[in-house]
């Protein structure tokens, strides 16, 4: 695992979506293809709006893979994350390979259906966030670290539920969805690149916990250390909590 440290979450997106473009571009050019997972919310606006301006990438030729969604809410809700990448990744590349994950279909059906398509062949690159409670895409602690299945059904503790609130995208708690569909934590770990895109001062407990305690399923981003090729991609205010000593193996920018 390799950290960077930038001044701002903006030059954090634009060197995380230089990173991304080239992985992209080798997949390609390696295999003919490249299959993505793309990760949501408000920490990545900055990354995709940089990822989806850079030029000389064969959209046509990405495989893109949905990380987690709400259970219960259409593709139309403003909170859905089928939205969010229609609007902020697919609509703007025209990528047509496409396996996102429909929150008002049936969960066990949507499970298996994405299963099975990912376990077809290896994810070149996965983009992915830290929640506030360490989450990593919807494996809240204490996160399943053993189990193969790649897409799981989860119940969402309260801190996430929390930060779905304070990100703007439901006017309280009791609209926020109690389950999810996510990613599994070892289906994260299968894909060969992973690139984390973690700015804002509200994530700096957590990458604390995640970066400077044990690896535990109670700090589930932790399991990023495991990682060869797995990238944590940070800003000033994101690692402000962190000590110097661990500072000082970071990569600086």
Not at 112 to 124: L, N, P, V
């Amino acid at each position: 695992m390799i950290f960077r440290i930038f001044e701002d979450k903006v030059e954090l997106a634009e060197a995380a979506a230089l990173e991304a473009a080239t992985a992209i571009r080798g997949a390609i050019k390696e295999r003919g293809q490249a299959r993505i997972v793309a990760a949501t919310g408000a920490s990545q606006l900055e990354f995709l709006e940089a990822l989806t301006a850079t030029t000389g990438i064969a959209w046509q030729n990405v495989e893109l893979f949905h990380l987690d969604e709400y259970i219960g809410i259409p593709a139309s809700h403003p909170a859905s994350f089928c939205k969010y990448l229609q609007d902020r990744l697919i609509n703007k590349t025209g990528i047509t390979m496409l396996h996102l994950l429909n929150g008002a279909d049936d969960p066990a059906e949507i499970v298996r259906r994405a299963s099975k398509a990912i376990a077809s062949a290896a994810i070149d690159v996965t983009f992915a966030g830290i929640g506030e409670n360490g989450h990593l895409a919807f494996n809240d602690p204490p996160a399943d670290f053993e189990t193969n299945d790649p897409y799981l059904i989860v119940d969402l503790d309260e801190a996430c539920r929390r930060q779905q609130v304070g990100e703007g995208w439901f006017r309280d708690l009791s609209a926020v969805p109690r389950q999810a569909i996510s990613m599994s934590i070892r289906q994260i770990l299968k894909s060969r690149e992973i690139i984390a895109v973690v700015p804002d001062a509200r994530k700096a407990p957590a990458v604390k916990v995640c970066f400077e305690g044990p690896m535990s399923p109670m700090a589930p981003a932790s399991i990023l250390g495991s990682h060869a090729r797995a990238t944590v991609y940070l800003d000033r205010q994101s690692a402000a909590l962190l000590s110097p000593a661990t500072l000082s193996s970071f990569t600086a920018c």
